[in-house]
């Protein structure tokens, strides 16, 4: 059976339970589920709070969080997006643009790979400012990590855009990667024909160099 294992999390006094547990058995008998499992946080409190859940219908779809509500024509959509190879991407612009900030920090800081989707948003030109300003505030909580500075390829990449605006940003987070690794590609702007990458450049540079940047 094809699609993401679904698990659905429900009280006996949550009115919007009963609509997902029908959306769901409905998209069970299509196939579009390779497992369907349900779980009543009252009977098995240990559960909800091993997954972190403050509040039903909570619905864990392969990889993905979907909080509160959802239409079956939602939830058939995220069937969807959790076989494309951007997946991540999709679902993280997601979050960061109906303001479910702390649960895509969540889900970053359970597997920092997830921080390449973040870089892939943050180089495309049609990313919104919303959606921009939340990959900021995650990218600063991984300051120095490993995943960070994994990273620096990609940012490197990401320093090569037509747009200004897009290589400051890449320069800012070089310098939150902690190494110096990142150094070498700094140096490459300091000499950018805006001077507010120059700037950025500069002072990622200044960071690395005197080790407050880890």
């Given at each position: 059976m094809g699609g993401p294992d679904a698990l659905l999390l429900v009280s006996p006094a949550c009115s919007y339970c009963k609509g997902m547990r029908e959306a769901l058995a409905t998209l069970a008998d299509t196939g579009a589920l390779a497992s369907f499992r349900i779980v009543d946080i009252t009977e098995q409190p240990d559960i909800a709070e091993q997954l972190r859940v403050r509040s039903v219908p909570w619905l864990r779809l392969g990889e993905f969080v979907l909080e509160g509500a959802h239409t079956p024509g939602e939830i058939g959509k995220w069937i969807d997006v959790s076989s494309q190879e951007n997946r991540w991407s999709v679902y993280l612009a997601h979050l960061l643009a109906t303001g479910q900030l702390s649960l895509a920090e969540r889900l970053v800081e359970d597997n920092p790979?997830?921080?390449?989707?973040?870089?892939?948003?943050?180089?495309?030109?049609?990313?919104?400012?919303?959606?921009?300003?939340?990959?900021?505030?995650i990218l600063e909580g991984q300051k120095g990590s490993q995943a960070a500075r994994e990273m620096i390829p990609l940012l490197s990449d990401m320093a090569k855009s037509e747009q200004a605006t897009i290589r400051a940003d890449a320069c800012h987070y070089l310098a939150l990667t902690g190494s110096t690794e990142a150094i070498p590609v700094l140096r490459k702007y300091l000499d950018d024909a805006d001077a507010s990458v120059r700037e950025i450049a500069a002072e990622g540079i200044s960071v690395l160099q005197t080790g407050s940047g880890t």
């Open positions: 790979q997830r921080v390449a989707a973040l870089i892939e948003l943050a180089r495309n030109p049609q990313t919104g400012i919303n959606i921009r300003i939340g990959i900021a505030a």
